[in-house]
C-alpha cells in the first residue's frame, strides 16, 4: 500500500488542514466505521454521525470567517468527503451534501442572506440541493416547480424527487421556473426555503439498493409561501448558478466514490492476502495480480485527477467544467470496477452481506448516476472537442 500512502502524502494541506483531516479520520475510523453496517441494516437516518461530525464544527470548513465559519482549502473539502465515505458512504454523502447545497450561497448570496443564514450551517445545519424532477433528471431545464412572486412573498408549487437530505434538512436551495419569464431556461431561478415551512411535504423517502442511511426523499410544494429576501440573486439567474454549482459539487462526488473504491481495494487486499487456496494466498496466483495491477493503476490515476482539480479550484479557476465532468465520470466507473472486482476476490463471500465488499458494490452504483449520469458525462467531454 506505499505507492497509495506515498500519494496521500504528496498532497499539500495547512498545517492546520491536517490536524483537522487527522481528527476526521480517526473519527471515521473509530466511531462511523464500526456503525456502517448497522445502519446499512436498518436505513435509519445516522443521527448519531451527524452529532460526531457537527462536534468537529466540520461544516465551518466551507463557511468563511465572517459568517461563523473556518474556511479551508477545496482539496481539504474533498479529502473529509473521501475519508468520511471510505468509512460509511452513506454519512459521506449526508455531510457532503451541505456543501452542494449551501455553497451557492457562499458564492452568490447577499450580504444579508449570508448573515442570516450562513452562521446556521457553521454551527451544524443540515441542508439539501433540490434540483431533481420525475421529468427533470440530467437535463435539469425540464423542471417544472413554479416561483410566483406575491409581493413581497414567493409562492412555490411543483414536486421534486430524488433529494438528499430531503426529509431532514434545515435548509433547502430549491430550483424552479419564475412564473413571469416566458423562456424555459432563462426563467430557472433559485431560492433557500427552510424547514418547516408550510405547505412544504415529505411525500416518502425511497427505500434504496445502496446508501440506505442516506434520506432520498420526494418533496411536494403546495403554495409554500417564501420570503422574496430568500431567492438569489435575480429571478431567471438559476442556470448560471446551477451550472457553476454543479462544477463544484461533482468533484465532490468524486470524492465520494473514490473513498468506496480505496475501502474496497483495502478491502480486497487485505482478504487476498489472508485467504488461502491449494495451500496458497490467493494473492500469490498471477491472474490474480493481474487484476489488482489495473485496480491499483485505475485508483491511483484517478486519486491524481481529483487532487488536479482540487488545485485548479483552490486558484480560483472559473473554466473547469471538462475536468470536473472526466474526474466525475471516471471515479464514478472506478468505484464501481474496483467494487465489483473486490466482491469477485472474495468469492462465495463477497456476495454475503457479512462481509463489507458486499455493500461497498451496493453504495458505488449510485456514483454513475447522480449529478448527471456517465453518459451525459461524456457527451459533455466529447462535445468540448467541437471546433467553432
Same mark, same amino acid.
Given at each position: 500500500m506505499k505507492i497509495f500512502d506515498r500519494l496521500d502524502a504528496s498532497v499539500n494541506f495547512a498545517s492546520e488542514e491536517r490536524q483537522l483531516i487527522d481528527s476526521v479520520r480517526v473519527l471515521a475510523r473509530d466511531k462511523i466505521a464500526p456503525?456502517?453496517?448497522?445502519?446499512?441494516?436498518?436505513?435509519?437516518?445516522p443521527w448519531d454521525n451527524v452529532k460526531a461530525i457537527n462536534a468537529l464544527g466540520l461544516n465551518a470548513m466551507f463557511v468563511p470567517e465572517a459568517y461563523g465559519g473556518a474556511q479551508m482549502s477545496y482539496a481539504a473539502?474533498?479529502?473529509?468527503?473521501?475519508?468520511?465515505?471510505?468509512?460509511?458512504?452513506?454519512?459521506?454523502?449526508?455531510?457532503?451534501?451541505?456543501?452542494h447545497a449551501m455553497k451557492p450561497l457562499v458564492d452568490w448570496g447577499n450580504e444579508e442572506q449570508k448573515r442570516r443564514l450562513l452562521p446556521r450551517l457553521a454551527e451544524g445545519a443540515l441542508a439539501s440541493l433540490v434540483i431533481t424532477e420525475p421529468s427533470a433528471g440530467s437535463d435539469a431545464t425540464g423542471m417544472k416547480t413554479s416561483f410566483t412572486p406575491d409581493g413581497d412573498e414567493i409562492v412555490v408549487n411543483g414536486s421534486k424527487t430524488f433529494i438528499t437530505n430531503g426529509a431532514h434538512a434545515d435548509l433547502l436551495l430549491v430550483f424552479g421556473k419564475w412564473s413571469e419569464i416566458a423562456d424555459s431556461k432563462s426563467s430557472i431561478?433559485?431560492?433557500i426555503m427552510e424547514k418547516g415551512t408550510p405547505g412544504l411535504k415529505v411525500v416518502r423517502e425511497e427505500d434504496k439498493m445502496g446508501l440506505r442511511a442516506?434520506?432520498?426523499?420526494?418533496?411536494?410544494?403546495?403554495?409554500c409561501r417564501v420570503?422574496?429576501?430568500n431567492l438569489l440573486c435575480k429571478p431567471g439567474d438559476?442556470?448560471?448558478?446551477?451550472?457553476?454549482?454543479?462544477?463544484?459539487?461533482?468533484?465532490?462526488?468524486?470524492?465520494?466514490?473514490?473513498?468506496?473504491?480505496?475501502?474496497?481495494?483495502?478491502?480486497?487486499?487485505?482478504?487476498?492476502?489472508?485467504?488461502?487456496?491449494?495451500?496458497?494466498?490467493?494473492?500469490?496466483?498471477?491472474?490474480?495480480?493481474? $487484476? @489488482?495491477?489495473?485496480? /491499483?493503476?485505475?485508483? &491511483?490515476?484517478?486519486?491524481?485527477?481529483?487532487?488536479?482539480v482540487a488545485r485548479m479550484v483552490d486558484a480560483g479557476a472559473q473554466d473547469f467544467g471538462?475536468?470536473?465532468? $472526466? @474526474?466525475?465520470?471516471? /471515479?464514478?466507473?472506478? &468505484?464501481m470496477r474496483i467494487t465489483t472486482d473486490a466482491v469477485q476476490l472474495h468469492g462465495g463471500y463477497g456476495y454475503i452481506k457479512d462481509f463489507r465488499a458486499e455493500r461497498l458494490m451496493r453504495d458505488a452504483k449510485i456514483t454513475q448516476i447522480w449529478e448527471g449520469t456517465n453518459q451525459i458525462h461524456r457527451q459533455l467531454i466529447g462535445r468540448s472537442f467541437l471546433k467553432k
Amino acid at each position: 500500500m506505499k505507492i497509495f500512502d506515498r500519494l496521500d502524502a504528496s498532497v499539500n494541506f495547512a498545517s492546520e488542514e491536517r490536524q483537522l483531516i487527522d481528527s476526521v479520520r480517526v473519527l471515521a475510523r473509530d466511531k462511523i466505521a464500526p456503525r456502517a453496517t448497522a445502519y446499512d441494516k436498518s436505513g435509519d437516518f445516522p443521527w448519531d454521525n451527524v452529532k460526531a461530525i457537527n462536534a468537529l464544527g466540520l461544516n465551518a470548513m466551507f463557511v468563511p470567517e465572517a459568517y461563523g465559519g473556518a474556511q479551508m482549502s477545496y482539496a481539504a473539502y474533498l479529502e473529509c468527503v473521501r475519508e468520511i465515505s471510505k468509512a460509511c458512504a452513506s454519512t459521506g454523502i449526508i455531510w457532503a451534501t451541505n456543501f452542494h447545497a449551501m455553497k451557492p450561497l457562499v458564492d452568490w448570496g447577499n450580504e444579508e442572506q449570508k448573515r442570516r443564514l450562513l452562521p446556521r450551517l457553521a454551527e451544524g445545519a443540515l441542508a439539501s440541493l433540490v434540483i431533481t424532477e420525475p421529468s427533470a433528471g440530467s437535463d435539469a431545464t425540464g423542471m417544472k416547480t413554479s416561483f410566483t412572486p406575491d409581493g413581497d412573498e414567493i409562492v412555490v408549487n411543483g414536486s421534486k424527487t430524488f433529494i438528499t437530505n430531503g426529509a431532514h434538512a434545515d435548509l433547502l436551495l430549491v430550483f424552479g421556473k419564475w412564473s413571469e419569464i416566458a423562456d424555459s431556461k432563462s426563467s430557472i431561478s433559485v431560492l433557500i426555503m427552510e424547514k418547516g415551512t408550510p405547505g412544504l411535504k415529505v411525500v416518502r423517502e425511497e427505500d434504496k439498493m445502496g446508501l440506505r442511511a442516506s434520506s432520498t426523499a420526494t418533496l411536494a410544494f403546495d403554495n409554500c409561501r417564501v420570503p422574496r429576501a430568500n431567492l438569489l440573486c435575480k429571478p431567471g439567474d438559476g442556470l448560471k448558478i446551477l451550472l457553476a454549482s454543479l462544477n463544484k459539487s461533482r468533484p465532490s462526488v468524486a470524492a465520494h466514490a473514490l473513498g468506496i473504491a480505496r475501502a474496497a481495494f483495502e478491502e480486497a487486499v487485505d482478504y487476498i492476502n489472508a485467504r488461502k487456496q491449494s495451500g496458497r494466498r490467493i494473492v500469490e496466483f498471477q491472474g490474480i495480480q493481474f $487484476m @489488482l495491477a489495473d485496480m /491499483a493503476a485505475e485508483l &491511483a490515476l484517478t486519486e491524481s485527477w481529483l487532487w488536479h482539480v482540487a488545485r485548479m479550484v483552490d486558484a480560483g479557476a472559473q473554466d473547469f467544467g471538462v475536468e470536473s465532468s $472526466m @474526474l466525475k465520470m471516471r /471515479a464514478s466507473d472506478v &468505484a464501481m470496477r474496483i467494487t465489483t472486482d473486490a466482491v469477485q476476490l472474495h468469492g462465495g463471500y463477497g456476495y454475503i452481506k457479512d462481509f463489507r465488499a458486499e455493500r461497498l458494490m451496493r453504495d458505488a452504483k449510485i456514483t454513475q448516476i447522480w449529478e448527471g449520469t456517465n453518459q451525459i458525462h461524456r457527451q459533455l467531454i466529447g462535445r468540448s472537442f467541437l471546433k467553432k
